[in-house]
């Protein structure tokens, strides 16, 4: 089947597939312009699929739209990601104290095949697959049934830095913490220690933001002007 004969909704997640890991593997970079006919082409599909996928992008605060210029990839300051980081940082203790008590012996080997996984993508420097891993990581220990709301929220904050995400794990030393991080998080949950999870999710977090904050601060008129 050729893109051309493939359903309205299936280009347009195809389209968003290829967006998403256009911008995760910094083929368009922060402050880039997406230039919709180039991508149209470069993957096949029309305009319209395109178009879409750029909304869906607009709306999780991945791309910006500027009228009568087009989309550009987001640009984040510092202040932006602690913005974001301080966010996750509330509504993910939330998450974990709920789901903790709920994960059995399966969602706990499916955590710990995505801890494997990020493994087998950080020793083959392979950074998309090492963030695809690493978010079935982190979610499969946040998700709880009666959580939908919450889960929605932390998936958006996510979305809106992914592409930074990327930069900490171009790091050959930060993908070796973030490996050792997942191991302490998991002895954790293991012990159902509920406090010592969130502790360690919140160090986790912590040492993500320092470090992308001080890749982005050079470049940062904000900082400095601060």
């Given at each position: 089947m050729?893109?051309?004969?493939?359903?309205?909704?299936?280009?347009?997640?195809h389209?968003l597939?290829?967006?998403?890991?256009?911008?995760?593997?910094?083929?368009?970079?922060p402050?880039?312009?997406?230039?919709?006919?180039?991508?149209?082409?470069?993957i096949?599909v029309?305009?319209?699929p395109?178009?879409e996928a750029l909304?869906?992008?607009e709306?999780?605060?991945?791309?910006?739209?500027?009228?009568?210029?087009?989309?550009f990839?987001?640009q984040?300051?510092?202040?932006?990601?602690?913005?974001?980081?301080?966010?996750r940082?509330?509504?993910?203790?939330?998450?974990?104290?709920?789901?903790?008590?709920t994960?059995?012996?399966?969602?706990?080997?499916?955590?710990?095949?995505?801890a494997?996984d990020?493994?087998?993508?950080?020793?083959?420097?392979?950074?998309?697959?090492e963030l695809e891993a690493?978010?079935?990581?982190?979610f499969?220990l946040l998700?709880?049934?009666?959580?939908?709301?919450?889960?929605r929220v932390?998936?958006?904050?996510?979305?809106?830095?992914?592409?930074?995400?990327?930069?900490?794990?171009?790091?050959?030393q930060?993908?070796?913490?973030?490996?050792?991080?997942?191991?302490?998080?998991l002895?954790?949950?293991?012990?159902g220690?509920?406090d010592?999870?969130?502790?360690?999710?919140?160090a986790?977090?912590?040492?993500?933001l320092?470090?992308?904050?001080?890749?982005?601060?050079?470049?940062d008129?904000?900082?400095e002007?601060?």
């Open positions: 050729t893109a051309s004969s493939l359903p309205p909704r299936t280009t347009v997640q389209a597939d290829r967006l998403r890991h256009a911008i995760v593997a910094r083929e368009l970079s402050g880039q312009r997406v230039v919709q006919e180039e991508v149209a082409e470069r096949g029309s305009i319209a395109v178009r909304r869906v992008l709306q999780e605060g991945q791309v910006t739209y500027r009228p009568r210029r087009g989309y990839v987001t984040l300051h510092a202040a932006d990601l602690e913005e974001i980081y301080e966010l940082q509330v509504l993910e203790e939330r998450a974990a104290r709920h789901a903790l008590p994960l059995d012996e399966d969602a706990l080997e499916r955590i710990t095949m995505a494997r990020c493994v087998d993508a950080a020793e083959a420097g392979d950074v998309a697959a690493n978010r079935r990581f982190h499969g998700e709880s049934p009666d959580q939908v709301h919450t889960m932390i998936r958006l904050l996510w979305d809106s830095t992914e592409a930074y995400r990327a930069m900490y794990y171009n790091s050959p930060e993908r070796r913490e973030a490996l050792d991080g997942h191991d302490r998080i002895d954790a949950i293991r012990l220690a509920a010592v999870l969130v502790a360690e999710l919140d986790h977090r912590a040492r993500a320092t470090v992308l904050k001080g890749i982005l601060a050079p470049a008129p904000a900082d002007s601060a």
